[in-house]
């Protein structure tokens, strides 16, 4: 399995409009982050978790070669803007893309994307999707079971998911106590920290490295991180095993799947 951050920024990105702090003025690449998306190539699938606004750039810098799946984890506009630019992938591919969703993000994506949904347009303007609405249960994408993480952003129930011995959780400011079992042994877990200020909707990195530890994968990475977390800063404060994720950063974790 490997894993490609396409971004690991904040719903404005880095660097943002009109800013000219430390890191958004930041010569480092790795201070340079799109939206928050990652690309994963497992059982010979090609899965996208997010198509947010960054989201063809994304694919182009990254030569991304097709799409089979995109596994959704909320309805925010930096998390599903992008969905549109499953177009080419449709035409290139002679293919339908399948994307799996809550059904509350469902009925978000048809509120935002009438025209995929209502068959009303030319089929030639609009990304061809099959939906998938699914739960708290294990499903799989082809035979690559995909276990739903529970988790809060804020008040509002979203999804992480775990594939393997990954897991990923973005957007999160609260861990349910259930959802700590499905996130054991992981050799990597991918979470969200936005800086060090509190906010209501997001952990800090204080609280991201509090979580971290109490998880326990092998390797943490952190995204989602806004322009008041510097790359450089990151590494010097941060314990060892836990680290900022970076644009294009790639990943190889071992062909193993738990199907339980």
Known sequence: ???????????????????????????DERDKRLRASVWI????????????????????????????????????????????????????????????????????????????????????DIPKIDYHIFGAETFSIGSLPVQPVPLLHGHLPVMGF???SFAYCTDVSRIPDESYGLLQDLE????????DRPHPTHFTLEEAVKEARKIKAARTYLIHMSHELSHRNMLER?????GPAYDGLQLDLPDSFRSE
Do not use: W
């Open 1 to 27: 399995m490997k894993i490609t951050f396409l971004g690991t920024g904040t719903s404005m990105g880095i660097p943002m409009i009109g800013c000219n702090c430390a890191t958004c003025r930041s010569t």
């Open 41 to 124: 190539e497992a059982d010979e699938k090609n899965i996208i978790i997010d198509t947010g606004i960054d989201f063809r750039q994304q694919a182009l810098k990254m030569n991304i070669p097709g799409i089979d799946a995109v596994l959704f984890t909320h309805h925010h506009a930096d998390h599903v803007f992008g969905m549109d630019e499953l177009r080419p992938v449709n035409f290139l591919q002679k293919k339908t893309v399948q994307i799996y969703a809550t059904e509350t993000t469902i009925n978000h994506l048809k509120r935002i994307y009438p025209y995929v949904f209502d068959g009303r347009t030319c089929p030639s």
């Open 162 to 164: 775990r594939i393997g």
């Open 188 to 195: 990597v877990l991918v979470l969200g920290a936005l800086r």
């Open 238 to 242: 941060l314990p060892d095993k836990i």
